[in-house]
């Protein structure tokens, strides 16, 4: 799922992808994106889809005839305010949001990228971190070995890697912390100070500052498929089919039904009003 500012994008386990406008209006269907990840491009103009087709780019205000699909061995990590980031074995490529040519690339192989600050954080077959950004900077953090299934984040300053056996650690300016949660981590988000929030595979959420837990709140029954921040708390979803907001002590504010199946991902609106989910 994704916002732009004129838009909402969802992706289904039927195999499409589809464009409503912010009412809700379904404006059009794309057919065999698979059922991956959808972004728009920057500046709202293009669609990307990543499903079992490979990476396809579609034109949201002219035919769907001229969408183009890339090669298949590429995998879309995210968007940067210059293009798409996608990866190829162990490189990482910018694209050209206008007509998807590679414009840089690095030896390198991303997990996650920040679209506002554009730094890339990317993790080694060795257990080996580190940031990157497009004007060569590259700052090695550190080794996380045994966590090439877990989930990761950049924000600013921070970065994030959780993993399996439920270890997260946090990178901000020079310092590196850890901290070791109740169960696998299966989500993970950053807030803008820095703070991780971890959906964990006890159906639990908790928020870690530094090195220390400092909230934690269970109740959901499977894992905790999505986490995101919202201007006063954060948002999760999960296996059981709902939604939940929590402040930023993680005391329960609302839980949202509606969904048959588990919900993969909610993520609120950019003016903090509406949350996306799907």
Known sequence: VAFSRSNILTSSWDGRARLFDLEGTLLRTLPDTGDGVTRFSPDGAHILTYGEYGVTVWPVHKPMRDAQQLEPSLMLVG????????????????LDPRDMRTVKTMDLRARAVDSESDRILWLAHDGSVGVSTFDGENLPLGRVPGCGQGVSAVRGESAAIGCPDGQVTIWSGDSQYLATHRAGVESLALTADGRAIVGLSDGSVAVQHQDQIRCFAAGQSGAVLSVEATPTGLVSSGEDH??????????????????TKGVWRAIPSPDGTRILSS
Do not use: A, K, N, Y
Request: with cysteine; charged share 20%.
């Open 79 to 94: 968007m940067t305010s210059q293009g798409p980031l996608v990866i190829s074995g162990e490189q990482t490529h910018l």
């Open 242 to 259: 709902r939604v939940r907001t929590f402040d930023r002590h993680c005391q329960l504010l609302h839980v949202f039904e509606g969904h």
